[in-house]
């Protein structure tokens, strides 16, 4: 083995906004439209159903494709001129068809770190998705892992879900979008809990206390490895909001820095012990203004919320995307200082600036931030 040049601090982070000094932002080269499968049905908003019928399989049109990457990297640009390091995955051909025991899929792309990978601490965890279409993705970071275990991060992969048909609830009327919301608010979901599944975006760091939400790809089980991978060391709390589509806390519960967390008016806490431990701990709730997003981008996957999927580079300056106005003011009332890049077109791939990337090292340590 190459010689190894150790420093247990290369990956080092445990919140959302102690100062940024490395990450990792996401590619969608090689992107490919996903079939549109029963649980990626549950996932794709039904609007835009025919565009996954139509392309399912196929690369993203070379255009929507070209513009996403440009938006990637506009969004290295930035960091980098912040003086952040950004580090890229690996180019991965997700149109290869693969077959396991259990299922044949091609693949998605590898723009959305945030779900495959969580960083606490020193250790980066590889997710265990449960989307047949993103079985590999992780394959996009491992050259990346690989070098920060070399120099001393701790590498875990979480139990890879084997994705039979067990893992997905096979009466969920996923053709009746209505009636899936209203099963999802009733606590059934399309993925059961035959193994655990997490995507990492599922979980928000707050030092020792992580917050956790039961979603569309994380379940019960997921939530319980991760509950004890982590040890005595964490508190994971479990939350729930009111969202008939919930996935990933990061367009729901943000933190924008010790003390400050920003509520999705559409999608509130409903957990009063959260919200008790927020308001004793002295966290300040705040709703920022709606999501704009220019009608022309096509949301496939999302909500217009991506407008509050920020990236703090500290407790000061925020990354936002360019057009979003209300939210621009909104920060600088705030006393932040938003930096702003053009991102808009890569939302249709799934996501916005904090799913696109996954923090590696932050200036910081372990801490509390509230009285549980
Ligand atoms: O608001 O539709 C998008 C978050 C994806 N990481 C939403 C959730």
């Known amino acids: ?48 159903w025919e565009f996954f019928k139509q392309y399912g399989g196929k690369p993203y049109p070379k255009e929507m494709l070209n513009k996403g990457k ?25 149109s290869k068809t693969y077959k396991t025991l259990y299922f044949e899929s091609c693949g998605f792309n590898s723009g959305n770190v945030r779900d495959c990978l969580m960083v606490i601490g020193n250790e980066i965890i590889e997710s265990s998705m449960a ?44 053709d009746d979008p209505k009636k899936c919301e209203e099963l999802i608010l009733s606590g059934r979901y ?3 809990e035959f193994e655990p599944c997490f995507d990492a975006a599922d979980f928000t760091r707050f030092g020792r206390d992580i917050l956790v939400s039961r979603s569309l790809v994380t379940n019960n089980f997921g939530i319980e490895w991760m509950r004890r991978h982590l040890g005595p060391e964490y508190n994971i709390h479990v939350v729930r909001f009111l969202d008939n589509s919930p996935m990933h806390m990061d367009t729901t519960w943000v933190p924008i820095g010790e003390g400050r967390v920003l509520t999705c008016p559409d999608r509130p806490c409903l957990d009063k012990h959260i919200l ?75 996501g916005g600036l904090h799913c696109s990337t996954c923090d590696i090292r932050r200036k910081g340590t372990l801490k509390s931030y509230f009285i549980n």
């Open 190 to 192: 399309i993925t059961t």
């Open 276 to 350: 008790d431990m927020f308001i004793r701990s002295k966290w300040e709730i705040i709703t920022p203004p709606a999501g704009l997003c220019p009608p022309e981008i096509p949301l496939h996957l999302t909500s217009r919320w991506l407008s509050m999927n920020i990236l703090m580079l500290d407790e000061n300056r925020v990354v936002v995307e360019a057009s979003e106005e209300p939210t621009i003011k909104f920060f600088k009332n705030l006393g932040l200082k938003p930096i702003t890049v053009d991102f808009k077109h890569f939302f249709p791939f799934g």
């Open 131 to 174: 989307y047949r279409c993103r079985y590999f993705e992780f394959e996009a970071y491992r050259e990346l892992i690989k070098e920060y275990f070399k120099k001393g991060a701790k590498w875990t992969a979480a139990p890879k879900c084997s994705m039979s048909n067990e893992l997905y609830d096979q009466d969920f009327p996923v």
């Open 1 to 48: 083995m190459a010689k190894m040049i150790k420093s247990p601090n290369i990956v080092n982070s445990f919140n959302e906004w102690d100062p940024l000094e490395e990450i990792i932002v996401g590619r969608v080269d090689g992107a490919v439209v996903p079939y549109l499968t029963r649980e990626f049905k549950t996932f794709a908003k039904p609007e835009y």
């Open 70 to 94: 440009e938006a990637l990297d506009n969004l290295q640009k930035t960091l980098e001129d912040e003086g952040v390091v950004v580090k890229r995955p690996e180019v991965i051909d997700f």
